[in-house]
Each structure stands twice: as C-alpha cells, then as structure tokens.
C-alpha cells in the first residue's frame, strides 16, 4: 500500500486554509452588513428611545420623592429651598423622558427601511452582475416614481405592471447568483477531477445572469422612453400607447427568462 506523499498533504492543507479564511471573510462581511442594515439600524434607535424614556421617568420620580422628603421632612427655608431645586430637576428629568417618548412614538409609526440585499463576495463571479443589478433597481424606481406622478399620462395599471415586473425579476435573478455561489463552493471543495464540470455550471448560470440583465436593462430603456414621451408638452398619443405596450411585453418577456423562478 502507497503511503500518501508529503505533497498530497499540503495540498489538502492549502485547499482547507483556503476554504476556511472565505468562510471566515464571509461571516465577518455578513456581521458587518448586518450591523450596517437600516433596518436592524432602525430597531436600534427605537430600543434606545425607549431606554432614555425609561431611564428618565425613574430617575424624575426617584428625584420627586427625596425632593419631597427633603422638603416636608425637614423644617427650615434651605430644606424647603433644597426640595424646590431636586423638584426642578425632577421636572427637567420628567420632560427629557417625554421628549424621549415622543421620540420612540415617531420611530413606531415610522416604518422600518427595507433592508438592503447583501452583494456576493468580491472573488464570486456574481459579484458584477448584482452590483450592477442594485443600479439598475435604483434607475427603475425612479423612472417609475416619475410616471406615477399626477403629470404623467402613463396608466397606473402600466406603472405597476412593470415595478412588479422588475421586482419579480430581481429576485429571480439573485436566486440564480444564490444558486451560482452555491455552485463556486462546491467546486472549490471537489476533487481536481470534477471541477471543470463544476465550473461549466458556474458559467451557464453567470450567462443566465447577463441574460437577465439585459432584458432588465430594455425594461429600464422603456421606462425611459416613456419618462421622455410623457414630459412632453405635446406627447405624441401613439407613441406613449407604443411605449406603454412595449414596456408591458419587456416585462413578460423579462418574467419567462426564469419560467420555473
């Protein structure tokens, strides 16, 4: 029987260090991202409104009570004085535990940010296109705030359509980046034998995320045009109905990219 070689070991050693310090830089890119998450941020602010008010409510009624200790308990203008200036500070206290309140009510109705989707590492072939996906979410929600305004001549049901569309097909798209990332780790474990597979797999999905991009992209194209057409001062009618039509056909054409998504 062969005894393994020296070689073979620092191989595995290199191939496990090398698994380990990206799964170490994930989970520390995870905590960071979700230290940073406006969300989590949020819940933040309101646990904080809620122990200033709190703290202030009991520290302005500890200060009532020895001020009224003092006060009645104790004969004499500098008790009575005394008493007076802990019961200033009692209300002060009281008042900072109301502002605190009126701080954690707004934060209540306030709703919470929508948390951010976490990019794939930066060695992920995933990485650009869904860098390149949060601009072209951010470019779409503008357009469509523009056709959803009063001025605008774009049917609601159109409007609606397409950021329906466009959310539909964001999420399809991280699926696939979700599932590509999945692909990277496996190939980075397997055997030299089965990596060329593997990454085969990796580049059919990195294809099916140009593919979808670009039709996000003629989806954006055709917001656009539809901004451009509708700010007019005389819109051509035709040309909205075209723009309006071709904007609803991209964002069904966008959906069956990803039929089983």
Sequence with gaps: MDRPRRGDF??????????????????????????????VKHERRKKRAA??????????LLLAVVGAVIATGTAGVEAMLMGAVIGVFALGSFALGAKS?????RLNRTPAPTAKPSLPPARSAAREPMERLQDA????????????????AVPADSVEQARQSGAEAASALREVAAELQAVERARDMAPAADRHALSEGVLRM???LEEGLEGYGALIAAAGRLVAASSSSSPDNFALTDATDRLHGLAVGLREIFPDR
Excluded: H
């Design 10 to 39: 620092l191989e595995l050693r290199q191939l496990v260090e090398k698994q380990l310090r990206g799964q170490v830089a994930d989970q520390v890119r995870a905590q960071l991202a979700r230290f940073g998450d406006p969300a």
């Design 51 to 60: 122990a200033a008010m709190w703290f202030f409510v009991f520290l302005g």
């Design 101 to 105: 309140g009126g701080r954690l009510r």
């Design 137 to 152: 979410e951010r470019v779409l929600a503008d357009l469509l705030r523009q056709l959803s305004s009063p001025r605008s």
């Design 206 to 208: 990195k294809e099916q």
